[in-house]
Structure formats: structure tokens, C-alpha cells
């Protein structure tokens, strides 16, 4: 479970995010949604210590992120940024190798080996293995990501983003392996997602974030209202029933 | 599309690439380096050979330690500052030392510079240096803002007062003392100070050993800030050392051979072509060789073809600095 106890964070004066309190349950994918600046990123970065947070505490199964070993703290959770700029020129393999650092510390081992090849035959890699991220298109590229932090194994997989870039195609293929990861792997998945469609469909829980703090957070169906989306978006939103499906609608 | 299916016995070692294994490629350089100081230890020697042996062997170990400090420092410098084209002298390390060796010919003579050659010197001139990188990086890094890229810019500005202040200085001096302080500020392999060498060798052996320990940890901060510390590196510490051990790299350099701007950008850029990977397991022993090789090679060539021992390091800069700037220029951009 992961657990957020009174979150700030301040830039001088500015209060971007909190406090907000709240907890995640272990399993299923949760999403974060929310209009643009109100501290999706800012929360998840912080959860997935790669953030300092003014103020409060993060634990994930009991484990203080902002304290623990880094190395502890990378075999229980992993994050991944939206962008990644990397000084290297890295294949698919060596990127996806990569994730098994803290496990390894870099001399893999065979079964590091069998994690790596799981992962790229999850993300149906296994194709473009050798090939530079250079030399692949934006969905791939994402796909290699993921592959690697899938590849650290880890029971709690932090993604801001993942559909940023994707075509319609790739979003519904990069949501439909996040769910399988954790429906198939046993992770935790927690995401930020734009679309509230695609929160609502692969999710099993939704937070929503407003100005630096927690507008509203509950199951899929409860969250899948009217009056909630319109209160979290500052839009009016409607909500139809599509195959037994509730799909916002919120175009004019 | 697709590219053909390897084996499962070659995807499970490195990745593959064009051309020569990795080991090969080290082994030639280590082949080339080992012939370079081979040549340069025992070829045309005239008159006596103990005389010139060992005058030669306190150069080869001069050159072995300012290869391995300036190779092993720009790569690792490189790797922490995320760029492939800055040297440790962009902190302001050199000038540093150039305004010591100023200072104190300004207030103490010409004299003053052979008077105080030893280790006392040395060790002094050494902390100062490492001090001087300590105190930059631990104010900026203490504030919130902390960047290495401010880091840089600020090492970069000191750099130029430290010159610009030392360039005032010359001007005081006469022009006899200026000759003496000039032979200090130009690179000069041959006149190293023997008696620095234990202390120098020791100093870059703990270093390596340190480095090398975390080669794997320098491959992930090739990935970046976020990256790294997804993959539980302590992205700060290892930040922190990584500088310490520059710093110190390169006050040893500089004490033996004088300040260099360009040697060790050359023998980082050629490692990283000559490798094939990004991977410091490789990088980091190939640059050290590449360096011997350029270093007891060039030497041997300028002995004993161009008869011209002394200039070496002068036309290493002038070399490296024409590279960098074709380099610059092809890139087209920083």
C-alpha cells in the first residue's frame, strides 16, 4: 500500500501541491487525472522519490521513500518520467538491462537475463531488441520504457504519461498491457492519464487532483459522475452509457 | 523491418554490434599502447644506457599518470555533466593552479618556484584545488536550486577571474621571472619532478580503484537524474564523489605536467569512437590507453622524427584544440 501523509510542496511562496493525504492499495491500476497544473506530476514525482517534498512523508508497504536505502526503495517501487533525455546511445536490450540494476548492480545474472527477455516478450519487443531508441518511433520508444521498468520488478510501477505521444492504436495497446501487468504480474500500477475515458476503462480506481489538492478520489463507477467531472475539470461534462460503459462526453 | 533473431547465446552477452568485439578492441589498444612505451623506453638510445633508461622510465611513469588522470577525469567528468565535449578544466581546475604557481612567483621571486618544489608543495597545491571544488560544490548544492549545469557555469566564471587575475600578475613581473613562471604554465613532460611520482601513482591507483568499483553506476547516470535514481543510485553522493575524484585526478596531472585543455577531451572522444559503446567497463580503460598511446607515441615521434622533445604537450593542445573545433563545428551544436 502506499501511503501519503500531509504532502506539501512549495517553490518559495507558491504552494503547487497539498497537503494531501491519501493512500493507494496494493494491486490494480489507479489513475491520476486532472487539468493541467494541479499537481498529478508534482504528487506522483514525490511519491516516486524523485521529488522532495516540502513537507510529510511517503511509505510504500511501510517502506519511507525519502528515507530508505535508494537501492531498497528501487526494488519496491519504479517511476518513469514523462521525458527522457539520455546521454547514451542505448539499445532497446541494453535500456531494458538497465532495470535490472538494482537487483544486479550491473553484473547480470541469469536470471536477470530471464527478466529482461520476459519483459521485452511482454511489451512484444523481442523484434526490435537491437535496435537504438534513436531508431524507433514514438510508441516504441514508450514501449521500451516501460520494458524497463517492468524488467526491475517491482511490486509498484509509477507511469506519468504513458499514453503521452500515442496514437489511438498505441494508447489502447500501451493501456491494455498495463492492465495485464497488473492483472498478470500482480503489480501496482498507478498512472496519470489525460483522457478520462481511458482512466475510466482500464482503472479500477480514480484520484482526482484540483488546485494542489485531492478533489475527489473512489472506484471507476463512483468517480464516472456528471457533477464530479464537471466539479474536478471546471467543464461541463456529460456522462452516457456506451456498451454498459460510462464514457464522458465533454467536447462542447 | 525486423531485425533478424539472434541466437540465445549471443542477445545474452552484450549487445551486438558492427565490427570487432569489445575485448578485441581493447586488446589492440593495449597491444598499441604497450609497443608506444616499449618503443619509447628502449629505441635509439646513444651513450649510456642507465643514464637514459631510467631518465626515460621517470617520463613513462609521468606519462602513464597524466593519461590515466586526464582520461579517466574527462570521462567521468563527461558522464556526470551529461555532455561529451567538456573537460574538467572548464571548472576552473587549471586556473586555479596557474594562480598559485603567479602568486607565488609575484610576491616571492623567480627563485621561489624551484626553492619549494616537493611534497609539501604538492600536497598543498592539491588541497587547494580539491578545496577549491569542494567549497563551489558544496555551496551551490546546499541551496535548493543546486544544478550541475549552474555548477559549471559559475566554475566557468571563476575560471576566467582566476586567469584574468593571474594575466594582471604576469604583467608585475620582470620579464626574467616571467621566463621562469611561463616554463611552469606550459605542459612539460620531460621536466617532470621526479620525486611526485610515488605519491601521484598512489593517488591515481585509489582513484581507479574507487571509479572502477563504480562503473556500473556511472553507465546509469548516463540515463539521467530521474532515471538513476529510479534505479536506486543516491544520484547526489555519487555526484559528490565523482567530482572529489576528478578534482584530485587533475591536481595530480597539473602538478606533474602542467595545466592541459585538450589532451583530455582527444582521449574521450577516440574512446568512445574506438569502443563502439557507452559502457565505462570499456570506456574508461580504453581512454587511459589511448592516452599512452598518444602520450609515449607522440613523445617517441617528436624524439626521434621531428627532434623536437620538448614540444609534446604543445602540440597535443594545438592538435586537440583543432579537433574540438571541427568536432564543434560538424555537431553543429553543443
Not at chain 1, 89 to 104: K, Y
Not at chain 2, 175 to 182: R, T
Not at chain 2, 258 to 277: C, H, K
Amino acid at each position: 500500500m502506499i501511503e501519503f501523509t500531509d504532502i506539501r510542496k512549495a517553490y518559495g511562496e507558491d504552494v503547487v501541491l497539498g497537503p494531501v493525504s491519501g493512500r493507494i492499495p496494493a494491486g490494480g491500476v489507479t489513475s491520476l487525472v486532472g487539468p493541467n497544473g494541479a499537481g498529478k506530476s508534482t504528487l506522483l514525482t514525490i511519491i516516486g522519490r524523485l521529488a522532495e517534498p516540502t513537507s510529510g512523508t511517503v511509505t510504500v508497504d511501510g517502506l519511507d521513500v525519502h528515507r530508505a536505502k535508494s537501492q531498497d526503495v528501487a526494488r519496491t517501487l519504479s517511476i518513469l518520467r514523462q521525458e527522457n533525455h539520455f546521454t547514451a546511445r542505448v539499445t532497446v536490450r541494453e535500456l531494458v538491462s538497465f532495470g535490472r540494476f538494482p537487483h544486479s548492480r550491473g553484473r547480470l545474472t541469469k536470471q536477470d537475463l530471464a527478466h529482461i527477455d520476459d519483459a521485452l516478450d511482454f511489451l512484444h519487443l523481442g523484434d526490435l531488441q537491437h535496435r537504438y531508441l534513436d531508431q524507433l518511433s514514438g510508441g516504441q520508444r514508450q514501449r521500451a520504457y516501460v520494458a524497463m521498468v517492468l524488467a526491475q520488478d517491482t511490486r509498484y510501477v509509477l507511469l506519468d504519461e504513458p499514453l503521452n505521444n500515442l496514437d489511438m492504436k498505441h494508447s489502447v495497446r500501451m493501456m491494455s498491457q498495463l492492465r495485464r501487468a497488473a492483472d498478470e504480474l500482480g503489480k501496482t500500477v498507478v498512472l496519470i492519464v489525460h483522457d478520462i475515458n481511458f482512466a475510466a476503462t482500464y482503472s479500477d480506481r480514480i484520484i482526482a487532483l484540483r488546485d494542489g489538492r485531492i478533489a475527489a478520489s473512489d472506484t471507476v463507477d463512483a468517480m464516472m459522475r456528471a457533477e464530479v467531472l464537471s466539479e474536478v475539470f471546471d467543464t461541463p461534462v456529460q456522462i452516457h452509457e456506451v456498451d454498459g460503459k460510462r464514457t464522458a462526453v465533454y467536447y462542447r | 523491418m525486423s531485425e533478424k533473431r539472434l541466437p540465445a547465446a549471443a542477445t545474452a552477452t552484450a549487445p551486438i554490434r558492427k565490427g570487432l568485439p569489445v575485448a578485441a578492441r581493447l586488446a589492440i589498444a593495449g597491444g598499441l599502447a604497450a609497443a608506444s612505451a616499449l618503443a619509447f623506453l628502449f629505441l635509439f638510445i646513444e651513450g649510456s644506457f642507465e643514464f637514459a633508461f631510467e631518465r626515460r622510465l621517470t617520463m613513462l611513469g609521468t606519462m602513464t599518470v597524466v593519461a590515466f588522470a586526464q582520461a579517466v577525469g574527462t570521462v567521468v567528468f563527461q558522464t556526470i555533466t551529461h555532455n561529451r565535449i567538456l573537460t574538467p578544466s572548464i571548472m576552473g581546475f587549471d586556473s586555479v593552479y596557474i594562480l598559485m604557481q603567479t602568486l607565488l612567483v609575484a610576491v616571492f621571486g623567480g627563485g621561489v618556484l624551484a626553492v619549494t618544489d616537493g611534497m609539501p608543495k604538492l600536497i598543498t597545491q592539491t588541497l587547494l584545488m580539491v578545496g577549491f571544488t569542494m567549497l563551489l560544490f558544496g555551496w551551490l548544492f546546499s541551496g535548493r536550486k543546486g544544478s550541475i549545469h549552474v555548477l559549471l557555469l559559475v566554475g566557468v566564471v571563476l575560471g576566467l577571474a582566476f586567469r584574468s587575475l593571474s594575466d594582471f600578475l604576469q604583467r608585475l613581473l620582470s620579464p626574467s621571472e616571467y621566463d621562469v613562471l611561463s616554463a611552469r604554465l606550459f605542459g612539460r613532460l620531460s621536466s617532470a619532478e621526479p620525486g611526485y611520482l610515488p605519491l601521484a601513482g598512489a593517488v591515481c591507483l585509489i582513484v581507479g580503484v574507487v571509479v572502477w568499483q563504480r562503473r556500473y553506476r556511472l553507465d546509469t547516470l548516463l540515463l539521467g537524474r530521474d532515471a538513476a535514481t529510479n534505479l536506486g543510485v543516491a544520484h547526489k553522493r555519487e555526484l559528490t564523489v565523482m567530482l572529489l575524484l576528478i578534482s584530485l585526478l587533475i591536481a595530480m596531472s597539473t602538478a606533474l605536467a602542467g595545466p592541459m585543455t585538450f589532451f583530455g577531451f582527444v582521449t574521450a572522444m577516440l574512446a568512445y569512437q574506438m569502443s563502439g559503446t557507452h559502457r565505462h567497463i570499456v570506456v574508461l580503460p580504453m581512454a587511459f590507453l589511448i592516452g599512452l598511446i598518444t602520450l609515449a607515441g607522440g613523445q617517441f615521434v617528436m624524439e626521434h622524427v621531428f627532434y623536437a622533445s620538448g614540444m609534446l604537450t604543445v602540440v597535443i593542445e594545438f592538435l586537440g584544440g583543432a579537433i574540438f573545433l571541427a568536432h564543434l563545428l560538424r555537431k553543429g551544436t553543443l
